[in-house]
């Protein structure tokens, strides 16, 4: 058997190669494995192509888990400045697309490739594709069992992700070996991912697939129910775009939805005041304040005759219409699932990891990190965020502890 690593890294996505790259550059001999035959696929499929790699306003605040303050340390440590800093020493054109959120100019090969050269800079060896086999706490650290064979380290971090998108190779590889240390796992959930309704529900709505707007959207119930205002976008099984990713991650099955497809205007009143400058029918008037098809589609539904001329409107039922347009409450059957999910909601329970080093409390040398932890983030490069960071405390803190027990 070789000479046993400092740490291996399993995972060779955002979280485990940013982690092994610090770790590398701070002195500790790093090998990581993957059993994916791609390096770090996920970043790049995230923001079509392009990565959006962090939000410049991620805070403790963006991201939801049952010990929601766990994140607060790691996220204060390595801020989305930190990250933006790195871009720039290695010349990676961004910009900012929406509400924080940065994007690569070019491709999200450019961050790839970053990642990369800072292993490549720490000397890290990287096996993949590698499969592991079995890991056995040792009185020394850990034996691995890999196809390529049995290795020995004295830490093991699992930057295994989650369950999402199952086609690039997710597993549930790191909620089982927690279990195997004796770690409760929150249970896993898909998280920013499309909803969908049953087909008599949505047979109204189908054939607008296609058709985006912004919304309010909230759910929840109490004096806080969570809200955004973000696009949405109608699909043949439901209702997709950021609005609906982002409210996916708080909604509950059996909890509604309520939406506002006017926000921040009153339809009654415009519609009202049409009535009294318009010779239009309704259907045309409602055209002019929502997407044509959306307009007749929700008329037909509601049984009122988009042919009547403005004129002849009641201002009852145009005030019954802008009421319902702003407060349209429907129940979702599901979602879409692992398979068109962004990310995993639970995972490891964070209330049996250190927050500083991301280390187990239950067994000693095994760190978790990224999103196989009970962190999740909103949408739009809080998820991101959150890889660097806690890979950032992970690896600072492994350093450290290597450097004290010299």
């Not at 690593?5 to 190669?17: E, R």
């Not at 092994?20 to 790049?44: C, T």
């Not at 720490?122 to 594709?129: D, E």
């Not at 992700?161 to 770690?183: C, E, M, N, V, Y």
Request: hydrophobic share 40%; proline share 6%.
């Amino acid at each position: 058997m070789s000479e046993p690593w400092d740490c291996v890294v399993v995972g060779a996505g955002a979280a485990g190669l940013f982690c092994a790259g610090i770790a590398g550059q701070l002195g500790l001999r790093v090998l990581v494995v993957d059993h994916a035959p791609k390096v770090a696929e996920k970043i790049r499929i995230s923001g079509g192509g392009r990565c959006n790699f962090t939000n410049r306003e991620a805070s403790p605040a963006n991201y939801l888990g049952e010990n929601p303050h766990f994140c607060r340390s790691a996220l204060a440590r390595y801020t989305p400045a930190d990250f933006i800093g790195l871009m720039r020493k290695y010349g990676i054109p961004f910009h900012e697309k929406h509400k924080g959120q940065l994007f690569c100019d070019r491709s999200a090969e450019d961050v790839i490739e970053m990642l990369l050269s800072e292993c490549e800079a720490g000397r890290v060896t990287r096996w993949q594709p590698c499969k592991v086999l079995d890991v056995r706490a040792t009185a020394e650290g850990y034996d691995i069992d890999t196809d390529r064979g049995t290795q020995r380290t004295a830490r093991v971090v699992v930057a295994t992700g989650g369950l999402s998108i199952p086609k690039i190779g997710a597993t549930d590889f790191g909620f089982r070996l927690a279990k195997q240390f004796g770690h409760r796992v929150v249970e896993p959930r898909p998280a920013l991912v499309p909803l969908t309704f049953d087909a008599p529900t949505w047979a109204a709505f189908a054939p607008l697939a296609g058709i985006a707007l912004e919304v309010g959207i909230e759910t929840g119930a109490g004096k806080k129910p969570m809200r955004f205002l973000e696009d949405l976008l109608f699909t043949h099984r439901g209702l997709s775009g950021p609005a609906v990713l982002q409210i996916s991650s708080f909604w509950v099955p059996g909890q509604p939805l309520r939406i506002d497809l006017a926000p921040g205007r009153d339809l009654g009143a415009l519609l009202r005041e049409a009535k009294g400058k318009s010779k239009r029918q309704l259907g045309n008037e409602l055209g002019q304040l929502l997407p044509q098809r959306l307009a007749e589609a929700w008329l037909q539904r509601a049984g009122v005759e988009g042919g009547t001329p403005m004129p002849q409107a009641r201002d009852k039922d145009l005030n019954a219409l802008g009421t319902a347009l702003g407060r349209w409450k429907l129940l979702p059957d599901g979602s879409e699932g692992w398979r068109k999910a962004e990310v995993t909601a639970g995972g490891v329970d964070t209330r049996e990891l250190n927050q500083q080093s991301m280390e187990s409390k239950k067994q000693p040398g095994l760190h978790f990190i990224g999103e196989v932890v009970d962190v999740t983030g909103w949408l739009g490069g809080y998820n991101f965020q959150w890889a660097w960071a806690s890979a950032a405390a992970c690896a600072r803190a492994m350093a450290e502890a290597q450097v004290a027990a010299a």
